[in-house]
């Protein structure tokens, strides 16, 4: 069974830093591309970054560039987000999702989530 | 950027109906698209892949068709589990993009 579990959320003020971890399981990690998707509180889903098999490629959304960095570690089935100059718009739970098929960059399986909240 | 534009943004429909979503986006997008199904306090789950590939275990009144730029979800017959927050996602070209959802509804 496919499991993706995401930790290292919580309670952060603006300019402040945070790393989001996925650990997976149930699978064979290093032929999929991973994923990176946020929902603000009431919102939609909105695509933040990716990450190939191999760590070769990374693609962000323009907000979050410069700022988050997508990475992995085959070899601990694990993919994270490293967070920094976090701002308040940035308050929302974060998926992590793995492709829906190897070699895919659209999502088949997500985790259950992690909160993020920004506040002064 | 390419935008994904669904409507409507909320419908009302009872057990029984056919239910029709659609999701236009700016730019050809070819057959790259995904649909999901998102419920209060979960994570979404993949319904429809490439368009119209219905993915395992997802009951057979689901059904996806388009390509280009025009794409519908169908509901052939709305069951009391299906009341939710429907999302389309294209992966043809960076930054992917995600609808801003349909919300199904009594």
């Known amino acids: 069974e496919v499991q993706l579990v995401e930790s290292g959320g919580g309670l952060v003020q603006p300019g402040g830093s945070l790393r989001l971890s996925c650990t997976a399981s149930g699978f064979t990690f290093s032929n999929y591309w991973m994923t990176w998707v946020r929902q603000a509180p009431g919102k939609g889903l909105e695509w933040m970054a990716n990450i190939k098999e191999d760590g070769s490629k990374r693609y962000y959304m323009d907000s979050v560039k410069g700022r988050f960095t997508i990475s992995r570690d085959n070899a601990e089935n694990s993919v994270f987000l490293q967070m920094n100059s976090l701002r308040v718009e940035d308050t929302a739970v974060y998926y992590c999702?793995?492709?829906?098929?190897?070699?895919?960059?659209?999502?088949?399986?997500w985790g259950q989530g992690t909160l993020v909240t920004v506040t002064p | 950027d390419i935008q994904m534009t669904q409507s409507p943004s909320t419908l009302s429909a009872s057990v029984g109906d056919r239910v029709t979503i659609t999701c236009r986006a700016s730019?050809?997008?070819?057959?790259?698209l995904a649909w999901y199904q998102q419920k209060p306090g979960k994570a979404p789950q993949l319904l429809i892949f490439q368009a119209s590939s219905l993915q395992g275990g997802v009951p057979s009144r689901f059904s996806g068709s388009g390509s280009g730029t025009e794409f519908t979800l169908t509901i052939s017959s709305l069951q009391p589990d299906d009341f939710a927050t429907y999302y389309c996602?294209?992966?043809?070209?960076?930054?992917?993009?995600f609808g801003g959802g349909t919300k199904v509804e009594i």
């Open positions: 996602h294209q992966f043809n070209s960076y930054p992917l993009t």
């Open positions: 730019q050809n997008i070819n057959s790259w």
């Open positions: 999702a793995r492709g829906f098929r190897g070699g895919s960059v659209g999502t088949g399986y």
